[in-house]
């Protein structure tokens, strides 16, 4: 009704961003900047839009201009931070030290400043002041939400305690035939987005991203069933008829994102709960789950202000604590799912040899190997989670071995770790 509203491009924008076509959303935030005349969130929507498409100059320069326009803002510092390195003598670091300095700032533009700081003093080498910033950071995100630690591990143990050998065995085959989902699994920032990239690269492919279906369809199954039992305990009174309907839906729910890919990706991180029950209810899909060093893995953690609440991300010994709970879940998974369900790839394999790895991945999918997947940085598609710039770039290697830059700091991360804890620097 009125294509000249600034606003409504606005709008216009992040829908089509939230369906993943991110060259349409482009064009409306590209419409909403010459309408709003110097307003910030066409700039703000067009930079998301640009890093999404892979397009990160262009990104970069959307969120200069939105700085530019209120430099006062720390999250838009932070965002500009996704998509640029900090180098020396960049202004852009005194404003954001003098923001960190200001009392009054809100709490959620401290936060945005403090991970802001962390990010710019890392590019800078200066890990000690990097890691303070991330300390500071964490400690006030961690006092905004609320996180139940003791009930989010029981869950996960609850879970193991309930997919028992038994009942694996007898609910075996009951699942839905299709063989198009895909899912890979893995802690927050453990590579899921590098070996989704690797598979989308391939033409018969398709990345859908970070997926909620499974949850949704899981839920209305729950819902169907009266709503008194949640998973896992609604396993065990499950018919075949039940997992056949879980697992329909949810390959119909990822094939309508792309109806001619022979395999869809879903790379939901925390989709690792889900494994027993994906499997029975898609015995012909296939699961990757990614593996990285733990420390590594919660360091990165630590250093990301997540889209989404992680919230046992933001304190050094829930996270630890958190990582030893998926660790000893996805022990469990392999020792009851059959041979060939479940590959592991581990980051630093892929790192070392990508071709090799790469070629691993697509055969356990079903799929003739298609050299476009060594080119994965290449490749044209929207990516919206945390790690959407680092795969627009070819494998390097200087993310392993991160958590040795801060290993004085980190004593309560690789205690909590146990015997999970990497050997070295924390030994002495």
């Excluded at 709003?36 to 969120?63: C, H, T």
């Excluded at 852009?92 to 700032?105: F, I």
């Excluded at 590594?296 to 709970?325: I, K």
């Excluded at 799929?367 to 990516?383: I, K, M, Q, S």
Aim: glycine share 8%.
């Amino acid at each position: 009704l009125r294509p000249d509203l600034a606003d409504e491009a606005v709008k216009r924008g992040k829908a089509l961003l939230a369906l993943n076509r991110s060259r349409e959303a482009v064009t409306e935030f590209e419409k909403a900047v010459t309408l709003g005349r110097g307003a910030i969130d066409p700039y703000i929507g067009l930079g998301e839009a640009l890093n999404a498409a892979g397009r990160l100059d262009d990104a970069r320069r959307a969120y200069q201009a939105a700085v530019a326009l209120a430099p006062g803002r720390a999250d838009l510092h932070h965002l500009l931070l996704g998509v640029k390195r900090m180098v020396p003598g960049d202004p852009q670091l005194a404003s954001l030290e003098a923001l960190a300095r200001d009392q009054a700032l809100p709490v959620a533009d401290q936060i945005s400043a403090q991970f802001a700081l962390g990010k710019a003093y890392a590019d800078l080498g200066e890990d000690e002041k990097s890691f303070s910033s991330l300390l500071r950071a964490n400690a006030l995100m961690r006092k905004r939400l609320r996180y139940d630690e003791a009930s989010t591990l029981r869950r996960l143990e609850r879970i193991a305690e309930v997919f028992t050998p038994a009942l694996m065995r007898r609910m075996q085959g009951a699942g839905d035939p299709s063989a198009v989902p895909v899912l890979v699994v893995g802690m927050p920032r453990s590579g899921t987005s590098l070996i989704e990239q690797i598979l989308a690269s391939h033409p018969k492919v398709f990345g859908a991203g970070e997926r909620k279906d499974l949850n949704t369809v899981l839920g209305q199954l729950a819902v169907a069933k009266g709503g008194r039992v949640p998973y896992p305990e609604l396993m065990p009174g499950l018919s075949a008829a039940d997992l056949r309907q879980v697992g329909r839906r949810y390959a119909e729910s990822l094939s309508a994102a792309k109806p001619e890919a022979r395999r869809v990706v879903d790379k939901m991180p925390g989709n690792f709960g889900y494994v027993g029950l994906a499997h029975l209810a898609l015995p012909n899909a296939r699961i990757v789950h990614a593996r990285r060093d733990p420390a590594d893995t919660c360091v990165s953690c630590f250093a990301t202000l997540f889209a989404e609440n992680q919230p046992f991300c933001y304190d050094l010994a829930e996270l630890g604590r958190y990582w030893v709970a998926y660790a000893a879940l996805m022990a469990h998974w392999r020792s009851v799912l059959p041979e060939g369900v479940l590959l592991e790839v581990e980051y630093e394999a892929v790192v070392e040899d990508l071709e090799g790895q790469a070629r691993r991945i697509v055969a356990h999918c079903g799929l003739e190997w298609d050299a476009a997947c060594l080119d994965f940085h290449r490749t044209g598609r929207t990516v919206r989670t945390a790690s959407a710039t680092q795969v627009r770039q070819p494998i390097y290697r200087s993310s392993i071995g991160r958590w040795r830059r801060h290993a004085a700091q980190l004593e309560t991360l690789l205690d909590a770790l146990g015997p999970f804890a990497p050997r070295g620097e924390h030994n002495t």
